[in-house]
């Protein structure tokens, strides 16, 4: 009882909304309003532009370090004069794209003594040391691998992101695809049984009228009554089939949920069906090639970053600058300048490197691997589009096959109408050959359905059926502005 009032509303329902004016939307305009207003759709969006940040991240490394100190501290030495020391320092460092490092230091010290051994001991003294220091790498760090593999990486992770984002478009597009053209399955399967109960009624009034002149008989007129009756049946609940459908595609577009939608089947039969051609935009665009390629980044990266960190430190530090000493004495000022500088050659060896080895076999594995995927995907593709282009082909054959059909059954039932007319066939015989032919009518179309699957199955592998679509773009403002406690900041 509590389905058969679920049922009876939703028909209710449909048949309230059979006075409004159905939209009729293609699949592209379908499409196009499921991304404007589905949510997951912004948030892989901003996973890319997040994704895109980390470059400055990494190119924030070669920028200037600037480091200062200051300090005061009092000592006592072995003769008991205290001696109070006043120290600034300044650094700035900088990594340069080679792996070396270079520096400029300045530092100011004052000495201040209770006691002094002697008249030509300064006291107070001040100090002051300038000095510009480069550190290269010769073997561990040259070239900077830190920072070219942090680039590489970022690329990556881009890449990565953007694989995200196209994997969700085509998943979404998919999705509907399958929603669209089962709501236009439905909508034929509606259409023809229209067409059939059209015909039934005619053939209806027309045993009617030759019942009440005594030509036909009682079980003539049951029997067409009870045809219309499943029909009409069948397509109450083909109705509400659809409903649900229509439902499901204004909850992606974020449509009310009762607004009528009549899909347009109509489409483009001029996509190229040169496989070399399809094979190469789908290589382009296919999202797992994407992420194939970047895990393969990421694999090179690793290989690079592990045979560095096996290697030797091996560095040349050098230094050179200027210090400045002043001071007062019993027996005049002190003022010397005295140039400064040094050469240093470095060396560290790590003598267990085993670690550095399992890290360098593991990124080989992790190559193989992405490899090997790559492999699969790439055949897959290939399987995938040759397969769509003989369905295509075989689909337009059949086609052609069930114009014919519909064409044939039609001229057989008009035939036969014109020998009932005569009396030389029965009510059974004409009402098979009805429903043949609205077998014949809705098979036809629904090939024809088939067919328009098809074509966008291979165009939404090739990446084609974004051509027309506006993707949505979101910026850091937006994100921001979206959330109201940040906004109130």
């Given at each position: 009882?509590?389905?058969?009032?679920?049922?009876?509303?939703?028909?209710?329902?449909?048949?309230?909304?059979?006075?409004?004016?159905?939209?009729?939307?293609?699949?592209?305009?379908?499409?196009?309003?499921?991304?404007?207003?589905?949510?997951?759709?912004?948030?892989?969006?901003?996973?890319?532009?997040?994704?895109?940040?980390?470059?400055?991240?990494?190119?924030?490394?070669?920028?200037?370090?600037?480091?200062?100190?200051?300090?005061?501290?009092?000592?006592?030495?072995?003769?008991?004069?205290?001696?109070?020391?006043?120290?600034?320092?300044?650094?700035?460092?900088?990594?340069?794209?080679?792996?070396?490092?270079?520096?400029?230091?300045?530092?100011?010290?004052?000495?201040?003594?209770?006691?002094?051994?002697?008249?030509?001991?300064?006291?107070?003294?001040?100090s002051t040391r300038v000095d510009i220091n480069y550190r290269h790498k010769f073997e561990k760090g040259a070239g900077n691998r830190l920072y070219t593999e942090g680039l590489e990486s970022a690329e990556?992770?881009?890449?990565?992101?953007?694989?995200?984002?196209?994997?969700?478009?085509?998943?979404?597009?998919?999705?509907v695809i399958e929603l669209y053209l089962g709501a236009a399955i439905t909508q034929a399967r509606i259409n023809s049984l229209d067409k059939t109960i059209e015909r039934g009624r005619r053939l209806k009034?027309?045993?009617?009228?030759?019942?009440?002149?005594?030509?036909?008989?009682?079980?003539?007129?049951?029997?067409?009554?009870?045809r219309l009756s499943i029909n009409e049946a069948d397509k109450q609940s083909l109705q509400v089939a659809m409903l649900k459908q229509v439902i499901s595609l204004n909850r992606l577009m974020g449509r009310?949920?009762?607004?009528?939608?009549?899909?347009?089947?109509?489409?483009?039969?001029?996509?190229?069906?040169?496989?070399?051609?399809?094979?190469?935009?789908?290589?382009?665009?296919?999202?797992?090639?994407?992420?194939?390629?970047?895990?393969?980044?990421?694999?090179?990266?690793?290989?690079?970053?592990?045979?560095?960190?096996?290697?030797?430190?091996?560095?040349?530090?050098?230094?050179?600058?200027?210090?400045?000493?002043?001071?007062?004495?019993?027996?005049?000022?002190?003022?010397?300048?005295?140039?400064?500088?040094?050469?240093?050659?470095?060396?560290?060896?790590?003598?267990?490197?085993?670690?550095?080895?399992?890290?360098?076999?593991?990124?080989?594995?992790?190559?193989?691997?992405?490899?090997?995927?790559?492999?699969?995907?790439?055949?897959?593709?290939?399987?995938?589009?040759?397969?769509?282009?003989?369905?295509?082909?075989?689909?337009?054959?059949?086609?052609?096959?069930?114009?014919?059909?519909?064409?044939?059954?039609?001229?057989?039932?008009?035939?036969?109408?014109?020998?009932?007319?005569?009396?030389?066939?029965?009510?059974?015989?004409?009402?098979?050959?009805?429903?043949?032919?609205?077998?014949?009518?809705?098979?036809?179309?629904?090939?024809?359905?088939?067919?328009?699957?098809?074509?966008?199955?291979?165009?939404?592998?090739?990446?084609?059926?974004?051509?027309?679509?506006?993707?949505?773009?979101?910026?850091?403002?937006?994100?921001?502005?979206?959330?109201?406690?940040?906004?109130?900041?």
């Amino acid at each position: 009882m509590k389905y058969w009032l679920i049922k009876s509303t939703l028909v209710g329902l449909i048949f309230f909304q059979s006075n409004v004016i159905a939209e009729h939307l293609s699949l592209l305009q379908v499409l196009q309003r499921v991304v404007d207003h589905y949510p997951s759709i912004k948030s892989a969006s901003y996973q890319v532009e997040k994704a895109s940040l980390e470059n400055i991240k990494v190119e924030s490394q070669l920028s200037w370090l600037l480091s200062s100190n200051a300090g005061y501290s009092r000592d006592t030495s072995l003769f008991g004069t205290a001696t109070d020391q006043y120290k600034v320092g300044a650094e700035v460092n900088r990594s340069l794209e080679n792996g070396g490092v270079l520096g400029f230091n300045a530092n100011i010290s004052r000495e201040d003594a209770t006691d002094t051994f002697g008249p030509t001991v300064p006291n107070p003294t001040t100090s002051t040391r300038v000095d510009i220091n480069y550190r290269h790498k010769f073997e561990k760090g040259a070239g900077n691998r830190l920072y070219t593999e942090g680039l590489e990486s970022a690329e990556a992770g881009k890449l990565l992101a953007l694989s995200d984002e196209l994997s969700l478009y085509d998943q979404l597009a998919s999705q509907v695809i399958e929603l669209y053209l089962g709501a236009a399955i439905t909508q034929a399967r509606i259409n023809s049984l229209d067409k059939t109960i059209e015909r039934g009624r005619r053939l209806k009034k027309y045993i009617e009228d030759e019942y009440k002149l005594g030509l036909s008989e009682e079980k003539d007129v049951l029997q067409v009554n009870a045809r219309l009756s499943i029909n009409e049946a069948d397509k109450q609940s083909l109705q509400v089939a659809m409903l649900k459908q229509v439902i499901s595609l204004n909850r992606l577009m974020g449509r009310p949920w009762k607004k009528v939608l009549l899909p347009d089947t109509s489409i483009n039969r001029s996509l190229s069906k040169i496989y070399l051609e399809l094979y190469q935009q789908s290589q382009s665009h296919s999202p797992a090639l994407k992420r194939i390629d970047a895990q393969l980044q990421l694999a090179d990266s690793a290989i690079r970053s592990s045979r560095d960190k096996r290697k030797d430190d091996l560095d040349l530090v050098l230094f050179v600058g200027n210090e400045f000493n002043q001071g007062d004495t019993s027996s005049g000022d002190l003022d010397e300048s005295e140039l400064i500088g040094g050469v240093s050659l470095e060396f560290n060896r790590g003598l267990d490197k085993s670690g550095f080895d399992a890290d360098l076999r593991q990124a080989h594995y992790d190559k193989g691997i992405a490899l090997e995927d790559k492999k699969q995907i790439l055949e897959n593709l290939q399987y995938d589009i040759s397969s769509l282009l003989a369905e295509i082909q075989s689909s337009e054959v059949a086609l052609i096959a069930f114009r014919n059909s519909v064409q044939a059954e039609d001229k057989k039932l008009k035939e036969a109408l014109n020998r009932y007319k005569d009396g030389r066939i029965e009510t059974d015989r004409i009402i098979d050959f009805e429903s043949q032919l609205s077998t014949a009518e809705l098979s036809y179309d629904l090939q024809a359905i088939e067919l328009i699957r098809r074509y966008h199955q291979l165009n939404l592998i090739r990446g084609g059926l974004w051509k027309d679509i506006i993707l949505p773009q979101f910026t850091f403002d937006e994100a921001t502005l979206s959330n109201p406690k940040e906004r109130s900041h």
